[in-house]
């Protein structure tokens, strides 16, 4: 079987359809939000722990936060970043449990610290709140690809303590780069996995943790709860989870205030009642006309009354006191309730037994405690005392239950919102960091909530005043790029590790992983660090018996050839692993496949088919395809070696290349991917609304220059010419939209250039060509031309590959200060061609396949 001959199928867990079904049910439907996303993610973690233990799930968790997203049975959408996030802060699994289901995702699941190789994550370092790892904008295949393995190793080791993110700038890459991802895991990879943001800024999402949460319900009570000198942090929510608002340390005494202003009035009634019925006692005779006044006062007078200590209150606390009854505790007349009214209120609401307090104090009127005229009070001293003594123990138990009611949490709320004209405080998951510090204020700390679709609010966790505090926010992974001025990166987020093949400028304040090599795809360098990690726990589909009568069979054959040796090496080598791997770790074998399949996709766009190969790249590319074939065959095989060569001979690096091209296993494997793209190409050409992908792989060099690139096919040349000038046309008005954004951006070269295929039968008549465009009216626009063509003229390769020189446009402006360009500094005859296109151009036709690499042959002679 031939490595190109593999096919990647769609997977989906088992039982994922009637899990669906379930989940669309009217019943499932009618739970709250909050209940229905903790069973999505609760019945995906129990998915994932049902496979076995060297699983590879990518290509089942994205269908399945696809199918959740379609099926429209959460409030928002579904995908990867929403379960890590469910996993790291409410799955309940310890540490050592989450990577186990990293792992399972990912398809490796290693020693942490092996990852060292990529992330300075040594003695158990985390950074704070989420890692990003990024393409360059706009991302190319070989950008793409390396942030995607990137991705995957940082998912497996938990790089940032919150949330890991994949991030493709301007969504969805165009159908050249995003076909061999979509054959793999389907286009919902672009979707449920990656994120497309154009700046790498934290928002609240990125920060927001459980750390010292405490969430309580409306009938707890403030008492039960401490926030142990601001470290914890109360919200209150009501019974199916929506957040209702926070309960502060500042919030003990503001609220608590206007609580004491009725207590005191309580106890205020308790002492007058206490004083008013001893001096009643005390008389020698006592009618039944002074019992039931007594009576009517106690029970009749309003909180207000001025008998009682309302009287000494501040106006402003009478107006607390009276907005407090009326709004919290729901007393229409406020402060002018009687007290009968409130103690028949608060029983109703309450435990407490004010009723049987009222019913002791009135069984003073019964008739049998008056003398036969009804009018001496004849009960005896010792029946008085015994009965007030039951109604005033009524009365305490009563406020202590009132304290309990008036301290529950729900009505605290009333009091903060309803009293103080206070309203809830909190911020949305995408609040930048400048709104969340403005949010905490003077508070330890900020609840993260976002809306459903009923719009009640659902907590998401909290941020502490102590995650704002550092000058670090998030971190970065870069890969193919080091050059902030490809992203923009805010200067929260630290850089911690970047691998690149270009000339590169760093400057971070954390400890970084940097890789940089001179090759000609990043993916050269991840390939081969991943060599590394992957012979020490993978086994390439092969077993310990394989292995073990593999190399039986080698020992054999007692004179071994270099071949030999370097198959019994590799068996070694996994022989080793299978002992290092043990029953803990794993590196599944399709997903090894995988990745193989990546980078190689990729090594092969961005050397535009080997033809810009150095020795380098060709080892890499070797070990690639013997370890995809040694997976596919399930046994050692070596289809690829450069040993034979000598890498001092240019000529023996043509051959080199040339035998990697014909390769029946190589060949298979780039000639579906070409022919797709060939027709993709002749697509784009023919149609002008698709133009925009001929020059979207543009890059911004040295911040003044955007150099885009379009790499055809030999076959693609006649739709090529037919279609140059409407393509020309777009690319002019593409480049007015680059300089509106950025007025810097004044150069502009556009690289035609033809992907060499050996042996092809097609029309390779024809010149590549590059176009060159200055800003009209700009002197710095023409002296970085005049220095770009000057030391131009020096490279090796001047003036032989350029063909003709042409001045394209009828704008007489331009052409006048065009002309002494090429004259001066190109130093090469010229035409000028009227195209009635009034923007004109340099165009420089070029033999094809002589100029196709922006890296050599355009980006060194830029000024600087």
Same mark, same amino acid.
């Given at each position: 079987?031939?490595?190109?001959?593999?096919?990647?199928?769609?997977?989906?867990?088992?039982?994922?359809?009637?899990?669906?079904?379930?989940?669309?049910?009217?019943?499932?439907?009618?739970?709250?939000?909050?209940?229905?996303?903790?069973?999505?993610?609760?019945?995906?973690?129990?998915?994932?722990?049902?496979?076995?233990?060297?699983?590879?799930?990518?290509?089942?968790?994205?269908?399945?936060?696809?199918?959740?997203?379609?099926?429209?049975?959460?409030?928002?959408?579904?995908?990867?970043?929403?379960?890590?996030?469910?996993?790291?802060?409410?799955?309940?699994?310890?540490?050592?449990?989450?990577?186990?289901?990293?792992?399972?995702?990912?398809?490796?699941?290693?020693?942490?610290?092996?990852?060292?190789?990529?992330?300075?994550?040594?003695?158990?370092?985390?950074?704070?709140?989420?890692?990003?790892?990024?393409?360059?904008?706009?991302?190319?295949?070989?950008?793409?690809?390396?942030?995607?393995?990137?991705?995957?190793?940082?998912?497996?080791?938990?790089?940032?303590?919150?949330?890991?993110?994949?991030?493709?700038?301007?969504?969805?890459?165009?159908?050249?780069?995003?076909?061999?991802?979509?054959?793999?895991?389907?286009?919902?990879?672009?979707?449920?996995?990656?994120?497309?943001?154009?700046?790498?800024?934290?928002?609240?999402?990125?920060?927001?943790?459980?750390?010292?949460?405490?969430?309580?319900?409306?009938?707890?009570?403030?008492?039960?709860?401490?926030?142990?000198?601001?470290?914890?942090?109360?919200?209150?929510?009501?019974?199916?989870?929506?957040?209702?608002?926070?309960?502060?340390?500042?919030?003990?005494?503001?609220?608590?205030?206007?609580?004491?202003?009725?207590?005191?009035?309580?106890?205020?009634?308790?002492k007058v009642l206490i004083s008013s019925f001893t001096a009643l006692m005390s008389?020698?005779?006592?009618?039944?006309?002074?019992?039931?006044?007594?009576?009517?006062?106690?029970?009749?007078?309003?909180?207000?009354?001025?008998?009682?200590?309302?009287?000494?209150?501040?106006?402003?606390?009478?107006?607390?006191?009276?907005?407090?009854?009326?709004?919290?505790?729901?007393?229409?007349?406020?402060?002018?309730?009687?007290?009968?009214?409130?103690?028949?209120?608060?029983?109703?609401?309450?435990?407490?037994?004010?009723?049987?307090?009222?019913?002791?104090?009135?069984?003073?009127?019964?008739?049998?405690?008056?003398?036969?005229?009804?009018?001496?009070?004849?009960?005896?001293?010792?029946?008085?005392?015994?009965?007030?003594?039951?109604?005033?123990?009524?009365?305490?138990?009563?406020?202590?239950?009132?304290?309990?009611?008036?301290?529950?949490?729900?009505?605290?709320?009333?009091?903060?919102?309803?009293?103080?004209?206070?309203?809830?405080?909190?911020?949305?998951?995408?609040?930048?960091?400048?709104?969340?510090?403005?949010?905490?204020?003077?508070?330890?700390?900020?609840?993260?909530?976002?809306?459903?679709?009923?719009?009640?609010?659902?907590?998401?966790?909290v941020i502490h005043r102590s995650d704002m505090v550092s000058d670090s926010l998030?971190?970065?992974?870069?890969?193919?790029?080091?050059?902030?001025?490809?992203?923009?990166?805010?200067?929260?987020? $630290?850089?911690? !590790? /970047?691998?690149? %093949?270009?000339?590169?400028? #760093?400057? *971070?304040?954390? @400890?970084?992983?940097?890789?940089?090599?001179?090759?000609?795809?990043?993916?050269?360098?991840?390939?081969?660090?991943?060599?590394?990690?992957?012979?020490?726990?993978?086994?390439?589909?092969?077993?310990?018996?394989?292995?073990?009568?593999?190399?039986?069979?080698?020992?054999?054959?007692?004179?071994?050839?270099?071949?030999?040796?370097?198959?019994?090496?590799?068996?070694?080598?996994?022989?080793?692993?299978?002992?290092?791997?043990?029953?803990?770790?794993?590196?599944?074998?399709?997903?090894?496949?995988?990745?193989?399949?990546?980078?190689?996709?990729?090594?092969?766009?961005?050397?535009?088919?080997?033809?810009?190969?150095?020795? $380098?790249?060709? !080892? /890499?590319?070797? %070990?690639?395809?013997?370890? #995809?074939? *040694?997976?596919? @065959?399930?046994?050692?095989?070596?289809?690829?070696?450069?040993?034979?060569?000598?890498?001092?001979?240019?000529?023996?690096?043509?051959?080199?290349?040339?035998?990697?091209?014909?390769?029946?296993?190589?060949?298979?494997?780039?000639?579906?991917?070409?022919?797709?793209?060939?027709?993709?190409?002749?697509?784009?050409?023919?149609?002008?609304?698709?133009?925009?992908?001929?020059?979207?792989?543009?890059?911004?060099?040295?911040?003044?220059?955007?150099?885009?690139?379009?790499?055809?096919?030999?076959?693609?040349?006649?739709?090529?010419?037919?279609?140059?000038?409407?393509?020309?046309?777009?690319?002019?008005?593409?480049?007015?939209?680059?300089?509106?954004?950025?007025?810097?951006?004044?150069?502009?070269?556009?690289?035609?250039?033809?992907?060499?295929?050996?042996?092809?039968?097609?029309?390779?008549?024809?010149?590549?060509?590059?176009?060159?465009?200055?800003?009209?009216?700009?002197?710095?626009?023409?002296?970085?031309?005049?220095?770009?063509?000057?030391?131009?003229?020096?490279?090796?390769?001047?003036?032989?590959?350029?063909?003709?020189?042409?001045?394209?446009?009828?704008?007489?402006?331009?052409?006048?200060?065009?002309?002494?360009?090429?004259?001066?500094?190109?130093?090469?005859?010229?035409?000028?061609?009227?195209?009635?296109?009034?923007?004109?151009?340099?165009?420089?036709?070029?033999?094809?396949?002589?100029?196709?690499?922006?890296?050599?042959?355009?980006?060194?002679?830029?000024?600087?």
């Open positions: 079987m031939l490595i190109g001959d593999t096919v990647f199928e769609k997977k989906s867990f088992k039982n994922t359809d009637e899990i669906l079904n379930n989940f669309c049910t009217q019943e499932f439907l009618n739970k709250n939000s909050i209940v229905r996303n903790e069973l999505v993610n609760k019945t995906l973690l129990e998915l994932i722990e049902a496979e076995p233990r060297n699983s590879f799930l990518l290509r089942e968790v994205i269908d399945y936060a696809a199918k959740i997203t379609e099926s429209h049975v959460l409030d928002g959408k579904f995908n990867v970043t929403a379960f890590e996030r469910w996993l790291n802060q409410h799955s309940g699994l310890n540490e050592a449990e989450q990577f186990v289901i990293r792992g399972k995702i990912s398809g490796k699941h290693i020693p942490r610290d092996e990852y060292q190789l990529y992330f300075p994550i040594g003695h158990d370092k985390y950074y704070p709140n989420s890692h990003y790892i990024t393409a360059h904008n706009p991302p190319d295949l070989d950008s793409t690809t390396g942030s995607f393995i990137g991705w995957l190793d940082a998912f497996s080791c938990k790089v940032g303590q919150t949330l890991t993110v994949w991030n493709v700038p301007q969504g969805e890459p165009s159908p050249l780069i995003s076909h061999f991802f979509n054959k793999i895991f389907t286009p919902n990879v672009f979707s449920r996995v990656a994120k497309h943001k154009s700046l790498i800024s934290p928002v609240a999402m990125d920060i927001v943790n459980q750390h010292k949460l405490i969430r309580v319900t409306g009938n707890s009570n403030i008492r039960d709860f401490q926030h142990e000198r601001n470290t914890n942090h109360i919200i209150v929510v009501d019974e199916d989870g929506y957040y209702l608002g926070d309960w502060r340390v500042a919030d003990v005494d503001t609220v608590g205030r206007i609580q004491r202003l009725l207590n005191i009035t309580i106890h205020s009634y308790e008389r020698d005779t006592i009618t039944h006309q002074e019992i039931q006044e007594y009576l009517d006062q106690s029970f009749n007078s309003s909180l207000s009354d001025s008998q009682m200590s309302f009287q000494r209150y501040h106006h402003q606390d009478c107006e607390l006191l009276d907005l407090y009854l009326k709004k919290v505790l729901k007393l229409e007349h406020g402060s002018k309730t009687s007290f009968l009214d409130f103690f028949r209120f608060m029983d109703k609401v309450s435990n407490s037994n004010y009723c049987e307090f009222v019913d002791h104090m009135n069984s003073f009127l019964a008739p049998e405690n008056f003398d036969y005229k009804n009018e001496a009070f004849s009960l005896a001293r010792s029946k008085i005392f015994a009965t007030f003594n039951k109604a005033f123990d009524n009365l305490s138990a009563s406020i202590q239950a009132g304290r309990n009611y008036y301290d529950r949490m729900d009505l605290a709320l009333a009091v903060k919102k309803e009293v103080l004209g206070n309203t809830i405080n909190y911020v949305s998951t995408k609040a930048e960091p400048t709104e969340i510090k403005n949010k905490l204020r003077g508070y330890q700390h900020v609840t993260v909530c976002f809306h459903d679709k009923k719009q009640r609010l659902i907590p998401v966790g998030g971190s970065v992974t870069l890969r193919d790029f080091c050059n902030l001025d490809e992203i923009k990166i805010a200067p929260s987020v $630290r850089t911690i !590790s /970047a691998i690149d %093949h270009h000339r590169s400028e #760093m400057n *971070s304040r954390e @400890c970084m992983t940097v890789t940089i090599a001179d090759v000609q795809s990043v993916n050269v360098i991840i390939a081969e660090q991943a060599f590394t990690i992957n012979d020490r726990y993978g086994c390439q589909n092969q077993s310990l018996h394989s292995i073990e009568d593999q190399m039986a069979e080698l020992h054999k054959n007692k004179s071994l050839n270099s071949e030999g040796f370097s198959l019994l090496n590799r068996l070694i080598q996994k022989k080793q692993a299978v002992y290092r791997s043990g029953v803990k770790y794993f590196i599944n074998p399709e997903r090894e496949l995988i990745e193989y399949s990546l980078m190689l996709n990729a090594i092969i766009d961005d050397t535009d088919l080997f033809n810009k190969c150095g020795w $380098r790249d060709l !080892s /890499a590319v070797a %070990h690639l395809v013997n370890r #995809m074939k *040694s997976i596919v @065959c399930k046994k050692e095989v070596q289809v690829l070696s450069i040993e034979k060569y000598n890498r001092a001979s240019k000529t023996d690096l043509k051959a080199a290349i040339k035998e990697f091209l014909h390769n029946e296993d190589v060949k298979s494997f780039y000639k579906n991917i070409f022919d797709y793209r060939e027709v993709l190409i002749s697509q784009w050409l023919a149609n002008s609304k698709d133009h925009q992908f001929c020059y979207e792989d543009r890059k911004i060099q040295n911040e003044f220059c955007a150099i885009s690139q379009l790499k055809i096919f030999p076959n693609n040349r006649d739709c090529f010419n037919e279609h140059r000038d409407a393509l020309l046309e777009s690319w002019l008005n593409s480049n007015e939209v680059v300089a509106r954004k950025s007025s810097v951006v004044d150069l502009f070269l556009q690289m035609n250039s033809t992907i060499e295929m050996k042996g092809s039968n097609s029309n390779s008549e024809g010149c590549d060509e590059i176009w060159i465009r200055i800003n009209s009216n700009s002197e710095q626009a023409e002296s970085h031309l005049r220095i770009f063509f000057n030391t131009f003229t020096q490279s090796s390769k001047y003036p032989d590959v350029i063909e003709e020189v042409i001045i394209e446009g009828s704008n007489a402006e331009d052409n006048k200060i065009l002309i002494p360009i090429i004259t001066n500094n190109l130093k090469l005859p010229y035409t000028i061609r009227d195209n009635k296109e009034k923007r004109s151009i340099i165009c420089l036709k070029i033999k094809q396949g002589s100029l196709n690499s922006r890296k050599a042959d355009i980006t060194p002679f830029l000024p600087k």
